[in-house]
């Protein structure tokens, strides 16, 4: 069963940094597209950011180019979202989620990433003034 754990969410204050982690189990985890969705309360889900670790390709929204960076570390099985420059907008639930397969390109866009079928628990951000 294949299993995302989340940690590293928490308050911050605006223009501070927060690195989130997401830590796979039961999956081959060079095989996936995994990334980062963020829900604001009533919203639907927004992707983020993803990285397909089949080829180390990254993908970024609009909202988080320049200011957030997705990383992975295949040795601990985890991919991390360095985030800086935070903004109050950024406050919000995030979730991790993935997608298993060896694809490549479109397959892995952050629009994607609220279709796919894992889910971490979520862990949220909050940015303060």
């Known amino acids: 069963q294949v299993q995302l754990v989340e940690s590293g969410g928490g308050s911050v204050e605006s223009g501070g940094s927060l690195r989130l982690a997401c830590t796979v189990s039961?999956?081959?985890?060079?095989?996936?597209?995994i990334g980062w969705n963020r829900q604001y309360p009533g919203k639907d889900r927004e992707g983020v950011a993803s990285?397909?670790?089949?080829?180390?390709?990254?993908f970024y929204a609009d909202a988080s180019k320049g200011r957030f960076t997705i990383t992975e570390d295949a040795a601990k099985n985890t991919v991390y979202l360095e985030m800086s420059s935070l903004e109050e907008i950024d406050t919000a639930m995030y979730y991790c989620?993935?997608?298993?397969?060896?694809?490549?390109?479109?397959?892995?866009?952050?629009?994607?990433?609220?279709?796919?079928?894992?889910w971490g628990q979520g862990t949220q951000v909050t940015v303060s003034s």
């Open positions: 039961g999956a081959r985890f060079s095989n996936m597209c």
């Open positions: 989620a993935a997608d298993l397969g060896e694809y490549t390109g479109n397959w892995c866009r952050p629009a994607r990433l609220r279709r796919f079928g894992v």
């Open positions: 990285i397909n670790t089949n080829d180390h390709t990254t």
